[in-house]
């Protein structure tokens, strides 16, 4: 997994993604108006707003997004509040922790950082659940 940064006009936020497809495709399904780049290459990155393009070199349409249902979801799962400098530190912490502490934590770090009244963390976590009941619905389920 690859560590992306949301390029949005609010609050920092990063993720993790298995490509650049599923980072631009997680990036489009909060806000067509946002992108993402990859941390650690700044060549591997979305455009912001035109998007047809990206979407077309990437196959990106709604038989992709069904297709990658689990690795989106895996990416929105993965969304917290902060740069990417503060990531390592706030994975190694999450480790140590039980799913129920994690989720309470982050929702905690979450509402403390928050500068902005867009809530992308909360509607990445709502579209975590999208994804896990579509999922689940299809007999799927998450890995």
Request: aromatic letters at 12%.
């Amino acid at each position: 997994m690859k560590l992306y940064e949301l390029i949005n006009p609010s609050d920092t936020y990063t993720f993790y993604a298995k490509n650049i497809a599923i980072a631009g495709a997680v990036a489009q399904l909060i806000s067509p108006n946002y992108g993402a780049k990859n941390v650690n290459d700044e060549t591997d990155k979305t455009p912001l707003i035109f998007w047809t393009d990206f979407n077309k070199e990437h196959g990106i349409d709604k038989e992709f997004i069904e297709q990658n249902m689990a690795d989106i979801a895996e990416a929105f799962a993965s969304f917290a509040i902060g740069s990417p400098s503060e990531r390592k530190e706030l994975d190694e912490a999450l480790k140590h922790m039980s799913e129920k502490e994690r989720k309470n934590y982050l929702a905690e770090r979450q509402e403390r950082q928050r500068t902005s009244v867009n809530e992308i963390g909360e509607y990445a976590y709502q579209m975590y659940e999208k994804c896990r009941k579509f999922l689940e619905d299809e007999g799927v389920g998450l890995q």
